[in-house]
């Protein structure tokens, strides 16, 4: 998609004005006539600003990747760097310690970033609805493409705060000001957002000629992902009163429809997903885009996760965040006939010299010795790792590039890549309809697509190994075998599969609260981890109160009490 006109929204959008006062205050730089805007051209352009606008994230209000919301707030990863006071803010998600009046950045900005996004796909919805079909024949499919767009706003912000202010292109300003977070009901409020998903299923194409662009299989699983999360049905203490089976139906629906497609598969090794020169392939169903050397000065790259590169490595030098716990490197070790150890993984500290492990740790974790992104040429080194007196020795790797790829760029200390951020990949259908099945009292159904899944990590050796050839690790993973696979025996595989397939991508906080279990793993995950990470002494999930972020203050303050702020905050 083209780049023109990629800020005619910001001297346009004066539309949505519920963000915060700042953007009430914007003065546009020129005045554009509705004549200006609503011509078939124009339309494209906002469309493309629409795309743009999902993007638009850096270190300090994050959109694309979650690691501080869903990977350093759950038991995969701690926040690393130079001690605690190193990007203290992120400090505090670690240790649930939200309470604080001085917290004015990282999710105040991601809520605001959020907002921008729909109030870029609010202006161009009202723009197209304003031209008529005859003048603008892909209407429907780029207001498919906007409600799709729109509809992952929402969704992100509703599992990030729960009780968001939902507002539309049909809202005058006024209205917009009069609309509270507490409008819709808890479930009311995900059926408004699946609304925007079923308009862009029932109006996308199936195949876009331009990658990138949402389609009508995208829509779908999105649609399905959602009815997954609405399925857990909360209270208003945030805990799991019921599972409904009329949603979990709907997911399996939704997700056959993206599997019988035939559209997708996943990538023949693990590595090709976190690799540049893979992107858009069979696996990736809706993903960010970025570019590099594209005619701008430092092109359209992703900085999110520019502080999480080792930062003792001479190619890097900056900064060491998002390392992985000792409770993860654990988990990924298997018993004798290449199963997880459920009950016994946390037993002490796994030896990656003798245990058995699940391949997908070398793709994962950086490990002294092992190869470093791929490149046997160069192994990872613990000298690397900046402060392993607070945070160990592992670093993670999914999110990094190696130096030399033309997708790699450093700005000061900084850097940013324009690798891809997959939103939703083909294994996430799979798990989901996985998942779906097992609650549903189906969980014969789910065996095979989570051995897919096991069968795909036991064919990704082939890029992991050392410079003589040999493995790093000991690896040995098999299916999980038909007998004793009781609901509760595949529910827990489940739950441990989606953590090692998605480990330090960030949603493992986020499953933990929609299956209503983040209180008691987290707390227990805590309890161990004290006795190897001291700076986590004073760390504790209270229920109730952690599942979600406080609202942002100066949005209570801005609408003079109007937005309810979370329980417990």
Request: aromatic share 12%; glycine share 8%.
């Amino acid at each position: 998609m083209t780049k023109r006109w990629i800020y005619i929204t910001l001297a346009a959008s004066l539309g949505f004005l519920g963000a915060c006062e700042d953007m009430l205050d914007y003065e546009p730089k020129g005045a554009l006539t509705a004549g200006d805007v609503t011509t078939p051209e124009n339309a494209e352009a906002l469309v493309n600003a629409a795309y743009a606008g999902v993007g638009n994230d850096d270190m300090i209000g994050p959109m694309t990747s979650m690691w501080v919301y869903g990977s350093v707030r759950s038991d995969d990863a701690y926040k690393g760097g130079g001690g605690v006071a190193d990007v203290a803010e992120v400090n505090f998600y670690e240790q649930y310690n939200l309470t604080q009046a001085n917290l004015n950045f990282m999710h105040p900005n991601t809520w605001e970033n959020f907002y921008r996004a729909i109030s870029r796909a609010n202006l161009a919805i009202r723009t197209i609805n304003n031209i008529s079909d005859a003048d603008f024949p892909m209407k429907n499919t780029r207001l498919g493409e906007l409600r799709f767009l729109r509809g992952h706003s929402y969704f992100m912000l509703k599992i990030l705060f729960k009780y968001i202010p939902y507002v539309d292109e049909t809202m005058t300003a006024e209205q917009i000001l009069q609309t509270s977070n507490r409008v819709y009901s808890n479930d009311e409020l995900w059926s408004k957002i699946g609304e925007d998903f079923e308009f862009a299923m029932d109006n996308l194409p199936e195949n876009q000629p331009q990658v990138g662009r949402a389609n009508k299989f995208a829509a779908a699983a999105y649609l399905a992902k959602l009815r997954l999360y609405q399925a857990y049905e909360q209270n208003e203490q945030h805990q799991v009163v019921n599972i409904n089976s009329a949603r979990l139906q709907e997911v399996v629906d939704l997700t056959q429809m993206v599997i019988s497609s035939g559209k997708y598969a996943l990538q023949p090794d693990f590595a090709e997903n976190f690799l540049y020169g893979y992107d858009n392939g069979p696996e990736s169903i809706f993903a960010i885009q970025y570019s590099i050397n594209d005619g701008t000065s430092l092109g359209r790259i992703s900085t999110v996760t520019g502080l999480n590169y080792p930062h003792g490595a001479p190619q890097y030098g900056c900064c060491g965040f998002h390392q992985p716990s000792q409770n993860l490197a654990n988990a990924f070790g298997t018993d004798a006939n290449g199963l997880p150890k459920f009950d016994t993984f946390n037993n002490g500290i796994i030896n990656f010299a003798t245990a058995t492990v699940d391949p997908r740790v070398d793709h994962t974790i950086g490990i002294d010795g092992h190869p470093y992104k791929y490149n046997p040429a160069i192994p990872f080194s613990n000298s690397w790792v900046r402060d392993p007196g607070v945070y160990g020795f592992f670093q993670s790797m999914k999110e990094q590039q190696l130096a030399d790829c033309p997708c790699y760029k450093k700005e000061g200390p900084f850097i940013g890549t324009a690798k891809n951020i997959d939103i939703i990949r083909y294994a996430d259908v799979l798990l989901w309809q996985a998942e779906a099945y097992i609650e549903l009292g189906q969980q014969d159904l789910a065996l095979p697509l989570i051995n897919q899944i096991r069968q795909r990590a036991a064919q990704s050796t082939g890029r992991t190994k050392k410079a003589d050839g040999t493995d790093p690790s000991n690896y040995l993973i098999r299916p999980y075998p038909a007998t004793n696979w009781t609901q509760d025996y595949a529910r827990q595989a489940l739950q441990w599969e989606r953590r090692l397939e998605f480990a330090m991508e960030s949603p493992r906080f986020f499953d933990l609260v929609r299956w209503g279990i983040a209180e008691p793993t987290l707390n227990a995950y805590l309890a161990v981890e004290k006795t190897r990470r001291t700076f986590l002494n004073n760390a504790r999930f209270t229920a109730g109160r952690d599942e979600y972020l406080p609202i942002p203050q100066r949005e209570i303050t801005f609408t003079k009490g109007l937005y309810q702020q979370n329980p417990g905050f």
